[in-house]
């Protein structure tokens, strides 16, 4: 996707479907190029999108014309995209991403391409009979693949330089051939409490987090390895979240939703929209418009994803993962340990040591996740461990910002660098992803979810019916 990979950017006129806080960081990353504009925005939501064109207009640009979501296939055609980003609900991607194809429109795409869960129930949120019972709809990624030539899929990790140098350390044959991998992800119970708030806990929206977050993890294991997955086995539960876990921990307070609620004041899992001036204007203020509540209670009984999820995969070069997320950990990082035949390459991220209850009134700031780096940043090492030597510790570059300086290089890549400043590049050549690497990530979560549900070996190519 870089330059010196003879790849072209994206650029020219761009327009955002789905216009909440993640889609800030395209707002000003394209405002901040002169090559590209940003000229529609299209959204259920039209104080989100009001929001947006307030950014435009602090960073000098003029105001995107504003589109219902009703109107996106006119968005298509008057505006005459050369790109279009999609970060909408995760169920909702392939509903945006395959009418541009066929328009002959660039797609950039946050992960997860689709969930592959049958979306049932019309409207912001389905009815909460309709939560427990979906399954997986396949056609989704089946029409994406059938739609695509290329197709730029987001793995923001794949950038993060810590996350380079695994790649160059494996590829160049430091442990040999790998024969398997242990992956442990931990997310801190603000990071990870965020996503019981919002519509990630319901599984019909985003997958669970097997899709939704998990396909950042997977993703990498693919990357790293160089191998497809093949075969996948799991067990999740919900063990610290929902209404009854909580109830059991002590945890739990009585409320809906935080706001005007007293009993969330000093609730620390609580987040109160109020506080931070950007949460307030795209939530707190525009929930008027479609009743989407950004800050419901993390221990209520309508919650239908996993927090605590075991893994394991086998790969087309034979090698195996054991993976597992847990979602309520008081320290936030990662440890990621491969095994070869001629040793051992081990790589642990702290990235926040801990964290301390805020209640209502204080900062928000740090509240959600991948703007920057996360307060009480502990400390991050790769150690080579070669058979019958002595260990090494491996120097790289420690990347900075949003998801370990990821957020940036990528957008250097898929947009150029900003005017001025030289384009942050690796000698990494296989960074950029493509529909079938989001696809593969995608399925790992996919065939998790089905054998969450069946208790049995799920085989990828089977599960989608296409061998990728």
């Known amino acids: 996707m870089s330059q010196s990979n003879g790849q072209a950017k994206l650029g020219g006129r761009v327009g955002i479907v789905g216009t909440g806080h993640r889609a800030r960081l395209y707002t000003n990353a394209i405002a901040a190029r002169p090559s590209s504009q ?78 592959c869960v049958q979306l049932r129930t019309p409207g912001l949120l389905p009815l909460k009979e309709d939560r427990k019972t979906l399954g997986p709809d396949v056609e989704k990624c089946k029409r994406i693949l059938k739609a695509v030539d290329e197709t730029k ?8 330089p810590a996350h380079w140098k695994v790649e160059e350390l494996v590829a160049a044959g430091k442990i040999g051939n790998v024969k398997s991998v242990h992956f442990e992800w931990l997310l801190d119970t603000v990071h990870g409490a965020d996503y019981f708030r919002r519509w990630h806990r319901y599984k019909d929206r985003s997958g669970g987090l097997m899709v939704h977050k998990s396909s950042h993890h997977f993703d990498l294991v693919n990357f790293w390895i160089n191998a497809k997955p093949k075969e996948v086995f799991g067990m999740g539960s919900l063990a610290f979240y929902g209404a009854e876990n909580g109830k059991k921990s002590g945890w739990a307070k009585d409320y ?16 109160h929209l109020g506080d931070q001036p950007d949460l307030k204007a795209l939530y707190h203020d525009a929930e008027h418009v479609d009743n989407y509540h950004r800050d419901m209670n993390v221990f209520a009984d309508d919650i239908t994803i996993e927090d605590d999820m075991s893994v394991l995969v086998k790969y087309s070069n034979g090698a195996t993962m054991t993976y597992h997320l847990t979602a309520y950990s008081p320290w936030e990082g ?67 910002g949003g998801h370990g300086g990821g957020d940036d290089r990528m957008l250097d890549q898929i947009f150029g660098p900003r005017p001025g400043m030289v384009e942050k590049d690796s000698a990494v050549a296989r960074l950029g992803a493509n529909q079938v690497d989001g696809a593969l990530a995608m399925a790992v979560g996919l065939a998790a979810n089905e054998s969450f549900k069946t208790g049995k070996l799920v085989k990828i190519d089977e599960l989608l019916g296409v061998v990728l």
């Open 38 to 115: 940003l000229v529609a925005l299209c959204d259920l939501n039209e104080e989100r999108m009001k929001y947006h064109n307030e950014l435009l207009k602090k960073l000098g640009q003029p105001e995107a014309k504003m589109y219902p979501a009703a109107d996106f296939e006119k968005m298509l055609k008057d505006e005459k995209l050369d790109v279009l980003v999609v970060t909408t609900v995760d169920a909702t991607h392939d509903q945006y991403i395959v009418p541009a194809l066929y328009a002959g429109i660039r797609v950039l795409t946050e992960k997860p391409m689709t969930t």
């Open 153 to 160: 899929v987001l793995f923001n990790y794949r950038y993060n």
């Open 256 to 271: 809906y939703r935080a706001r005007d609620s007293k009993e969330a004041e000093t609730d620390p899992f609580a987040i």
């Open 334 to 400: 990662y440890r990621v340990m491969i095994n070869g035949d001629k040793g051992r390459l081990e790589l642990e991220v702290v990235e926040s040591a801990f964290r301390l209850p805020k209640n209502k009134g204080g900062s928000a700031d740090g509240a959600v996740h991948g703007e920057k780096a996360l307060p009480n940043e502990g400390h991050q090492k790769i150690i080579l461990h070669p058979l019958w030597e002595t260990p090494q510790e491996v120097p790289y570059e420690i990347g900075k």
